[in-house]
């Protein structure tokens, strides 16, 4: 089994009537219930009004991989909890970044970049799949058309992603490229664009194949691995030029 | 100075009104011109119907960059040239396929993929910059809008770009990962996807620009390098192994 | 169930008593004996004096996964055939370069470089551990040693990995980069330096458990893929420009 | 003319008489000394004890490549400090870490990772050229010795490198990414480990070269570059979905 955590700043939905028009019971509840319909994943949620934004250590000690929605509030997230966030990352969580959390501090501090982009309200979106066999497209056709979303386009100061899966076109000219994944220490950890508030495409079946696909991809190979680093462990007697020296 | 041989299949300007109307003295033409603009550039062209394709031994071993362009006649340029341009690439030599030299045999080689694409006819095209710090970026603007402009779209199937510089927006709905950088061997290889024979394409000045850049950016750091491989030429004393065993 | 083939070229073990002792029923044997012990594998193999080389379209048709191991004969497999292999990790099929299969048509084809390296004659390896949380290092240990192993040493002329997995460090001075992964089209490719044919190395305990775990790795998401290319299949109504267009 | 500043922690210097004997001038004098012999080089030097760090707004925005040595005091650099050096990074500036600045705030902020490694008193070492025609490696042999360096080993804790240049090779079974390159921002980063205070590295030629080329690889493009993000500042008129719209 796969333990996801959502994490959602969970504002929205109660500033505005569209976002709960939208997500009544929350975005973290909306992903939760479609993360929740695959028997190989078991989901629990959190959220920035939790006591310690719901990331306490028992939390996450039981997190195979943590997705993040944030927007309106990211500088309410203690630094603590985003470096500790990180660190876990680092540590071989998997981190899923949706649409706003570009600017989440667990995701700059992944990336050491500013992580700017352009935005602008609502346009058609087009999203294109050009890394078909990724495991994260599994499923997924060459295109998506997206009604409406948030315009999100380049430049997107991140770092070259070492996987790009998929690029949004969007009606008024712009680009991005809207998937993307890296590894970060034994982590993973992919960016999602798509997930504005105010539009329901995390309704949409397609949008929620991809990120069930990269729970999978993000879910750690193993969750307790040992890689000794600091002032050397290996023996003496492991050292190879030592070795050969002992022998003559 | 860089010495950069541009080849042009040479036959839509033959066989088209509106191409030689576009480019009179053909394309590999007018490459060469805004090139040779340039104080720390010389430039000669080869053709398809130049003996051997105007690609001897004497001409590749005076040229730094090879740029090429080629479109209806991929198959009429013999095997063994392409075999032989690839490996001067391997050597050093640095390559530009502009447009549907995605489809030519030494890309091809040189990509070890099948290098399809999706195309349509003319639609407008926005370029845009997301690495604008590369060398083949350097003075080009966040955006160009090209506005007639054959459609590539995704999937290309290309080995996952190793700098991905630009990606070309289409009004009908497409997005193409245009600019995209390699290096194979001790040669560096860029592909750029604007230039339809019957756009005038390589006309506009940032299209020149990113040429002129790409040139700068693919020339090797050195003519002549020396990387011995096969059985070890390292001297039984600079073994080190044996070295040590020596001294004991 | 991943379905493996194991080719080899299948000579060494013929010619000579010394690989004959270490691999009595061929390297092929050797390696579909451990890869056969896992649940979801299932093995068949193939040989140069094979009809087709034991690469017929069936035999490809049902292959998730294609190992490589061929040494004095690579110029003894048909182009034709190097060509349909190198198609068939293009249209999705897993491929693992073994030892000097470096040297393998298939591979060169997929890499669209040299692959050219420096070799000596058997030295003490230590094979290091990378990317420990890379799927084909689960369950390897910081690093391995290996008693005696031809050397391989750099520069290893290949595109630069996508993933560095494993570096070998050689007694007598050398490094190399001995495990390396690369997408091309559909396919996965990963090379992988150790197992010389007069060396117990396919005998090893964690050599076998990284093959392993490579054949996972590489098993294609979906084995039958339709990514459309060539003129675009888009119905005009999908245009999104034109859609616009007829709006108004 | 690149202008380059080397910072420098400064204390071994003066707290060691065996560092003292190799660097009399202090490692960042020796560092500057041979790169002022180059003559499109500038070079300034910053250290620990100066008022700032010597990294004043003034000093940083007359610096195109930031050398940073540090290694036993690297928590008395302030944290803003260690930020606002990162941001110039991102804003274009070439930072390139050497040895023990693998752990240094800047670095370590612009990586996202815990760079950690392992290490190991003095030992020889064989640095390995992987990447021959790299800017970096221009002049540089197949491989360096280095007679006595501080082991620094794998499993090294940075994202998979954009460009791998060199590979250390020490003589006690250890080998080590020695020369890594990123992107950041708009800012070029390299990472080279020999430099041990207690060894006399930075007098050896080879060693020197690699700084002098990785000096002029970091050098940024252009130094004031304007990327527009936020909120979209193209204009109506430019967004093509309703220019289009207009027209009808």
Known sequence: MIKVTVWNEGLH????????????????NCIKSFLSSQEDIVVRTATLSDKKCGLSDEVLDDTDVLIWWGHMAHEKVPDKIAAKVAQRVLDGMGFIALHSAHYSKP???????????????????????????????????????????????????????????????????????????????LGRVFYFQPGHETNPTYHDENIQRIIINAVRWAAPCRKVFNVPTGHSKISPEERLHEADAKKH
């Open 107 to 185: 995701f700059k501090l992944l990336m050491g970049t500013s992580c700017s982009l352009n935005w602008r309200e609502g346009d058609r979106e087009r999203l294109w799949t050009v890394n078909p066999s990724h495991p994260i497209a599994k499923g997924v056709p060459p295109f998506i058309n997206i009604p409406v979303e948030e315009m999100y386009g380049e430049r997107f100061d991140i770092p070259e992603p070492e996987q790009l899966v998929f690029i949004g076109w969007f009606a008024g000219g712009e680009v991005f490229r809207s998937g993307c994944c890296w590894q970060r220490g």
């Open 13 to 28: 939905e109660k500033l505005s009537k569209t976002v709960a028009g939208i997500y009544p019971a929350g975005i973290h």
